[in-house]
């Protein structure tokens, strides 16, 4: 029976291992365009290395996962950033580890996020996370990344497989 993987409520604090909460739920805003608008300034840290990359702006639209959901690898971009911010509300799980031995992901410290429509993530340059988890209706997001001809995605099978069947570690307080 596969180990069940527990979600819990996404914080910067808690993802901060891993990458950037981009909200305006957490952060401090200042007033712009003589006070009729809130920034909620520099959320998110864009990362390109290596010679030919540069940050481009993407769209996808995402299939809506249903749980249970396995989880039975991982990917890692280790020449950029990637951000997943929702445009339709649609919240989505991130999944990661941290690195461990071998140059693989540290499975016994796998962690699921539950993110909410009016949160997104940016994984850092390198970070273990599952590919898009995109929870509907609409899967609508813009993604924030290294556009360029290197290769930038690793992926590893885990060596044992994961569920996520939509309970929450503690209460939900999403
Ligand atoms: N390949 C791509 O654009 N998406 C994946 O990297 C992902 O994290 O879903
Ligand atoms: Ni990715």
Request: charged letters at 15%.
């Amino acid at each position: 029976m596969p180990q069940v993987l527990k979600l819990k409520p996404l914080t910067k604090e808690a993802f901060a291992p891993f990458g950037d909460v981009i909200s305006t739920r957490e952060g401090d805003a200042f007033p712009i365009n003589s006070g009729t608008t809130q920034r909620y300034h520099h959320l998110g840290k864009i990362q390109v290395e290596g010679n030919d990359g540069e940050p481009g702006i993407s769209m996808t639209v995402g299939q809506a996962f249903a749980f249970p959901i396995k989880i039975a690898m991982l990917e890692r971009h280790p020449l950029g950033s990637q951000a997943w911010i929702p445009t339709t509300g649609n919240a989505f799980i991130a999944v990661v580890a941290p690195g461990g031995a071998n140059d693989r992901p540290d499975e016994t410290a796998l962690q699921a996020f539950y993110v909410n429509g009016d949160q997104g993530v940016n994984y850092h340059a390198g970070v273990w996370h599952h590919p898009l988890l995109n929870l509907g209706p609409g899967g609508n997001f813009i993604v924030v990344d290294r556009i360029g001809s290197a290769p930038n995605c690793d992926e590893c099978n885990l060596n044992q497989v994961f569920l996520l069947d939509g309970t929450f570690a503690e209460p939900a307080s999403v």
